[in-house]
């Protein structure tokens, strides 16, 4: 299908550069943006039509509660970022002297100028949300010296990926060397790149920069023109790199241009390895990078969209509808450290110091929108506001005002929270975004229909009609509307109908009256004329449920409304609370407390509500009864959104008296290798995840990745080899610990330490992993950081090689 170019489409970027910051200019923006959509929409029968229709950010405004008290401290972190920081990458990736240094962390080692795109995108997000002139200046600025950056380059280039133009000069000759976290030498750069293109089109569409489509267009260009002589085969091969959502922004400017060339580019940025599974109803997903997967997922839905392909439009629902329901936790967040584990076992979840990334569900978010508009399907809406309340706001610091990048389900964990001038991980970037956004979701419209569709305290201008919503939600279980119109006008309001009510005892009345309580497609509707100061208040019941893991496994979260409830478990211990910038400080590395003390609950799981007394005078608290060891019984519980800088608890155990003692008896004994395990190392590296790899600065040629269950592994073949920079960590060191499987016949592979042999790894016995250790060589005593290589001995590839730790001298 051709995308036809619209006059107004053209027209839109240019007003919305002159609009002010006052509701009713921001209308006229709105009224312009609608009314393009509806002349491609008509142009365009072929499209997906949109059912629902969202309200832009600057229709919205809320206005009390812990989302606008988030939405003010993001402000507060956006502002106390140093732009000129953010912008050295770019600025000296077009040959210009930079104003400052790069920030450290990820900013200054390998995935330099990733924060600036995330930074953009959130400046866009919260000057529509807020209309704060401080957040536009600094969005004005970064795009103008993102301008001179790309004047510079001459080309249309913007990136601040370190060595970028020597990457994109190989891949444009076919010379394509990707992995799943690199490409060519570097760390992600297509991935990188993808946050600039999404700043430059959240400015222009979100914020109204019209510059900004102007340099989108020629970042575009610039692509097309390096992509061009590669065929679809290399393009895919290229594609297994990380590579963000760029299927989707490519899609977005054919929109935005109307010229079918960039859709072209969108399908050829399609990565087919994801997408042809999902075609088929297919959930190949475990073992792979969750977020790496989420972004390509947007862009099969964005093209769907677009062209009306429903084939794709079913792979992304199947997706959604596998991750949320088979692979999402109670908080609405997904796999553990950073991979979807087997979704028929989640007790790597309860184990890992490293559960569900923000990223993820900033995306599945972002995802579950768009289904929302095509479909009009409650139930998407059921997922949003769960994953908002109990993940998205529980990642952002009440008081500090940082990020999170995991959140542990293991008992008695706790979370890290960044800092504006040390920590810079993709989760930083999506964080800004985050809390910048809360009022994209609250209201809807079709034709004459308003959707409401969370329960926010919140002011929405829809046209001359103003629409204030009163709530304390959840802590009160109803919610209030009150309208303003100058003259009289009739539409129809629609409350959605959550999954966790009983809509058979909700109330609703108009002005004090009551009023019948119909429900139809998830919605209570009211329709009449509506008049200045017209109240409607619908009820909201709440009640208390119990929510078992996806595998069935006997670990329960408990739930309130929409709102996981979870105990705080102290502050002791929390080592690296608030991130330095060293590349693992996102990780709560301090003490994981023993399992086997965590509590459990004794007793039947057809009965576990029986265990849970409500708090008299405290909304939202409760007491848990049955619970062993005896000095957690009568834990309270509350809503997990505010705990922060303490440990925690959201799932607990239950089990029969019978089966109490032996079972802590064998979380002991786990517990205790465990333990002396990670006594003695001293490094580790996870081989073929993508972050503990990044973090060891790996260096590989002809090698492969894969998982088996929930291990990943690494192999190199042929006179292939890999490398990883391991650290002492001040401690004496004495021998490596390698852990390896056969994944073929004939193969063995040389181990050594900075250039010195240490070993070899042999045939393995049998088909299962294997452990060894291997002394390490005399001459690499008393070094900081060795540079343990693999590489096929004289065979055909070296075995597949899942964990490397160096150990203590003492071991």
Aim: glycine share 8%.
């Amino acid at each position: 299908m051709r995308v036809r170019k619209t006059p107004i489409r053209e027209k839109v970027g240019e007003v919305k550069l002159k609009l002010k910051n006052d509701i009713g200019d921001m209308n006229v923006l709105k009224t312009l943006c609608s009314a393009s959509l509806l002349v491609v929409m008509a142009s365009a029968d072929a499209r997906i039509p949109v059912k629902v229709e969202t309200f832009p950010l600057n229709d919205v405004r809320l206005t009390q509660g812990p989302f606008k008290h988030a939405e003010d401290l993001d402000i507060r972190y956006l502002l106390g970022l140093d732009p000129d920081r953010l912008l050295a990458p770019y600025l000296k990736g077009a040959g210009l002297e930079p104003k400052a240094d790069n920030y450290t962390n990820w900013e200054n080692t390998g995935l330099d100028g990733h924060i600036g795109g995330h930074y953009v995108s959130a400046l866009a997000y919260m000057y529509a949300a807020t209309g704060n002139e401080e957040i536009k200046q600094r969005l004005d600025y970064m795009l103008s010296e993102w301008k001179r950056a790309q004047d510079a380059a001459g080309d249309g280039y913007l990136c601040g990926a370190p060595n970028g133009r020597k990457i994109w000069d190989a891949v444009s000759k076919g010379d394509i060397q990707a992995s799943s976290f690199g490409l060519n030498g570097g760390w992600v750069p297509l991935y990188n790149i993808h946050k600039t293109y999404a700043g430059l089109r959240d400015a222009y569409v979100v914020a109204g920069c019209a510059q900004a489509k102007d340099m989108l267009v020629k970042l575009t260009d610039w692509m097309m023109n390096l992509t061009k002589d590669l065929s679809d085969e290399q393009i895919q091969d290229m594609l297994r790199s990380e590579h963000g959502g760029l299927n989707e922004v490519f899609a977005d400017v054919a929109d935005l241009t109307g010229k079918d060339g960039y859709m072209q580019l969108a399908r050829r940025f399609s990565h087919r390895e994801i997408l042809d599974p999902l075609l088929k109803q297919e959930d190949q997903l475990t073992g792979k990078h969750a977020n790496t997967q989420i972004p390509k997922v947007i862009g099969y839905k964005r093209i769907a969209d677009l062209e009306g392909d429903e084939s794709w439009d079913d792979a992304a629902r199947f997706f959604w509808k596998t991750v949320v329901d088979q692979r999402s936790i109670s908080i609405g967040g997904n796999s553990v450290r950073e991979h979807f584990h087997p979704s028929e076992d989640f007790s790597s979840m309860l184990t890992s110091e490293q559960g569900p990334e923000t990223c993820n569900t900033y995306n599945m978010l972002r995802l579950t929108k768009m289904l929302y508009q095509t479909s009009a399907d409650a139930h998407y809406m059921d997922y949003y506001e769960r994953a908002l309340y109990n993940h998205i706001l529980s990642t952002i610091d009440p008081v500090q005002g940082g990020f999170v990048y995991f959140t542990p389900m293991r008992s008695g964990h706790y979370r890290v929270y960044s800092q504006p001038q040390t920590s810079f991980w993709c989760c930083v970037g999506s964080g800004m975004e985050n809390h910048a956004k809360y009022g994209e979701m609250i209201y809807a419209h079709g034709g004459d229909d308003l959707y409401v569709n969370l329960f926010i305290p919140s002011v929405l201008q829809w046209g001359k009609v103003r629409v204030e919503q009163r709530t304390s939600f959840p802590y009160e279980e109803a919610t209030t509307l009150r309208l303003s119109c100058s003259k009289a006008k009739t539409f129809t309001v629609k409350f959605r109908v959550p999954e966790w009510t009983d809509a058979s005892r909700m109330e609703l009345t108009v002005n004090g009256t009551a009023q019948p309580v119909s429900v139809s497609g998830g919605y209570v509707a009211v329709s009449r004329k509506w008049t200045d100061g017209d109240e409607v208040r619908l009820t909201l019941p709440m009640s208390l449920r119990a929510v078992v893991l996806p595998d069935g496994s006997d670990n329960y979260s408990f739930m309130y409304g929409p709102v996981v409830l979870a105990s705080r478990m102290g502050k002791q211990e929390q080592v690296g609370l608030f991130a330095d910038d060293s590349r693992g400080g996102h990780i709560a590395g301090g003490p994981q407390w023993p399992l086997q003390d965590m509590p459990v609950i004794v007793g039947d799981k057809d009965e576990l509500l029986s265990h849970i007394e409500k708090v008299e005078g405290k909304p939202l608290e409760f007491k848990l009864r049955g619970v062993r060891p005896e000095r957690y019984e009568g834990m309270v519980l509350e809503p997990f959104n505010r705990l922060y800088e303490c440990r925690y608890m959201v799932y607990w155990p239950v089990i029969s008296p019978e089966k109490l003692k032996a079972q802590q008896e064998e979380l002991a004994r786990v517990e205790r290798e465990r333990n002396a395990l990670e006594a003695a190392t001293a490094d580790k590296v996870i081989c073929g995840e993508q972050q503990p790899e990044s973090d060891h600065f790996i260096q590989s040629e002809q090698s492969r990745t894969g998982s088996q269950g929930n291990r990943h592994w690494r192999a190199a073949d042929g006179a292939g080899w890999f490398s990883y920079r391991m650290k002492t960590n001040g401690r004496e060191v004495a021998r490596l610990r390698v852990t390896y499987a056969a994944g073929g016949k004939d193969v063995a592979a040389t181990v050594s330490v900075d250039g010195q042999a240490a070993g070899i790894l042999g045939q393995p016995d049998g088909k299962g992993m294997q452990t060894v250790f291997l002394d390490l060589p005399e001459g690499v005593s008393g070094k900081d950081v060795l540079t343990v290589r693999f590489a096929p001995s004289g065979k055909s590839s070296t075995p597949r090689v899942y964990e490397i730790r160096l150990l203590v001298a003492d071991e």
